[in-house]
T-cell receptor
Framework: AQSVTQLGSHVSVSEGALVLLRCNYS??????LFWYVQYPNQGLQLLLK??????LVKGINGFEAEFKKSETSFHLTKPSAHMSDAAEYFC???????????FGQGTELSVKP | GAGVSQSPSNKVTEKGKDVELRCDPI?????LYWYRQRLGQGLEFLIY????????KSGLPSDRFSAERTGESVSTLTIQRTQQEDSAVYLC?????????????FGQGTRLTVV
């Protein structure tokens, strides 16, 4: 069965510091991997997705993620945090097209001034 | 419409009442998903539609929950005899089955409060 694990339910960084949100997946076949962001009282917005075209994926708002098959990881990074990055971040996996997305438990990112 | 639309945005209901939540997917999207998000928790999968059939409804928590979809259009999630533990945000998403690498687009959700 597919699953994703997000390490750390809460991450706090200072404005301007590196953001690193961790995601590990388990899948028996190469998956599609996604990072979504949820701002307070809003729906989910896609940040970026991995679809095997390139291992380093760039997304919106300066975020990027690297697919590492050897580590079964898809960690999300941003070089310099901004106050507006404070939100809940979800990693998700899907095997192939169609079928359900399996979400991690989410990581709440706080950004301190 | 341009995005996934859900209605109502907020619903307060008395324990024991039935509620119906509606989702209008993006036009042309054959896949539709319902998720539940309890306060401070992740997204819990409920049901997946491909067209008007539901190949995966493994996440429906009890027989009080049901969902249907008309063609490749509107879906309704019905909760009968609501309980307080049903209080959550119910999110709907849609995607193209082919192409677009499976990206799912989410609605704003319906916040259900059972009192």
């Amino acid at each position: 069965a597919q699953s994703v694990t997000q390490l750390g339910s809460h991450v706090s960084v200072s404005e301007g510091a590196l953001v690193l949100l961790r995601c590990n997946y388990s899948s028996s076949v190469p998956p599609y991997l996604f990072w979504y962001v949820q701002y307070p009282n809003q729906g989910l917005q896609l940040l970026l997705k991995y679809t095997s075209a390139a291992t380093l994926v760039k997304g919106i708002n300066g975020f990027e993620a690297e697919f590492k098959k050897s580590e079964t990881s898809f960690h999300l990074t941003k070089p310099s945090a901004h106050m507006s990055d404070a939100a809940e971040y979800f990693c998700a996996v899907r095997r192939g097209q169609g079928g359900k997305l399996i979400f991690g438990q989410g990581t709440e990112l706080s950004v301190k001034p | 419409g341009a995005g996934v639309s859900q209605s109502p945005s907020n619903k307060v209901t008395e324990k024991g009442k039935d509620v119906e939540l509606r989702c209008d997917p993006i036009s042309g999207h054959t896949a539709l998903y319902w998720y539940r998000q309890r306060l401070g928790q992740g997204l819990e999968f409920l049901i997946y539609f491909q067209g008007n059939s539901a190949p995966d409804k493994s996440g429906l928590p009890s027989d009080r929950f049901s969902a249907e979809r008309t063609g490749e259009s509107v879906s309704t999630l019905t909760i009968q005899r609501t309980q307080q533990e049903d209080s959550a945000v119910y999110l709907c998403a849609s995607s193209l089955t082919r192409g677009n690498d499976g990206e799912a687009f989410f609605g704003q959700g319906t916040r259900l409060t059972v009192v």
